[in-house]
Nanobody, 118 residues
Framework: QVQLVESGGGSVQAGGSLRLSCAVSGYTYNVAWFRQAPGKEREKVAQILTGSGTTYHTDPVKGRFTISQDKAKNTVYLQMNSLKPEDSGMYYC??????????????WGRGTQVTVSS
């Protein structure tokens, strides 16, 4: 069983920064950050393979967001810089314990809200 608890959301002005944290308990193979804005579909933002540390960032956030982990603290971070109003939404941490061809995640946190004002 995996438990995920997000923190670090808040309200910032465009151009500002936030760092989200996801406290992880249990074994994981892949941890990802997703976001969902009102009226829009949920989208993946970034992922990290917890064993190798290999990361992937989607095009909308590439160069602005960075996913990382602190194994000693069992925490995955999402550093968000140069924030834009379109980055606003609920951010979720998700995890899975195996490779998934369908890119499905079995475990989800409750989310943390990010609001970016112009």
């Amino acid at each position: 069983q995996v438990q995920l608890v997000e923190s670090g959301g808040g309200s910032v002005q465009a151009g500002g920064s936030l760092r989200l944290s996801c406290a992880v308990s249990g074994y994981t193979y892949n941890v990802a950050w997703f976001r969902q804005a009102p009226g829009k579909e949920r989208e993946k933002v970034a992922q990290i393979l917890t064993g190798s540390g290999t990361t992937y960032h989607t095009d909308p956030v590439k160069g602005r967001f960075t996913i990382s982990q602190d194994k000693a603290k069992n925490t995955v971070y999402l550093q968000m810089n140069s924030l834009k109003p379109e980055d606003s939404g609920m951010y979720y941490c998700a995890a899975r314990q195996t490779v998934s061809r369908a890119d499905q995640y079995n475990y989800w946190g409750r989310g943390t809200q990010v609001t970016v004002s112009s």
